[in-house]
């Protein structure tokens, strides 16, 4: 039997689950002003994928590189949610990124 389906599956559905956690936690305590770090991250990921030989670590590098390229498009969307009141807003203020004023010239993406 081959389980390394099974497997990518499993892992894919636990990284998209941990994408909603951390994409909430980071909105809370950094703000969305830090999208552009985990999107360059996620970017580094998916490289790294296209260079690993076996197909499987392949996939599963490239389902992590796309799930943190999506919490970076979330997490705009997200302070959007806190200001509505659906999630919990940090009443302390949060820290500003390297590079925030040339990040608020930049429009956030969206999915």
Same mark, same amino acid.
């Given at each position: 039997?081959?389980?390394?389906?099974?497997? #990518?599956?499993?892992?894919?559905?636990? #990284?998209?689950? &941990?994408?909603?956690?951390?994409?909430?936690?980071?909105?809370?305590?950094?703000?969305?002003?830090?999208?552009?770090?985990?999107?360059?991250?996620?970017?580094?990921?998916?490289?790294?994928?296209?260079?690993?030989?076996?197909?499987?670590?392949?996939?599963?590098?490239?389902?992590?590189?796309?799930?943190?390229?999506?919490?970076?498009?979330?997490?705009?969307?997200?302070?959007?949610?806190?200001?509505?009141?659906?999630?919990?807003?940090?009443?302390?203020?949060?820290?500003?990124?390297? &590079?925030?004023?040339?990040?608020?010239?930049?429009?956030?993406?969206?999915?």
């Amino acid at each position: 039997m081959m389980w390394e389906g099974l497997a #990518i599956g499993l892992f894919s559905l636990g #990284i998209i689950g &941990f994408g909603f956690f951390w994409v909430i936690r980071m909105e809370y305590y950094l703000g969305y002003l830090w999208w552009p770090y985990p999107m360059l991250f996620g970017i580094g990921i998916v490289v790294l994928s296209l260079f690993v030989m076996d197909s499987g670590w392949s996939a599963l590098l490239g389902v992590t590189g796309a799930s943190f390229i999506w919490g970076a498009t979330e997490l705009k969307e997200q302070a959007v949610r806190a200001e509505l009141g659906w999630f919990r807003r940090n009443p302390h203020p949060k820290p500003l990124p390297p &590079f925030a004023a040339l990040i608020r010239k930049i429009k956030a993406p969206h999915l």
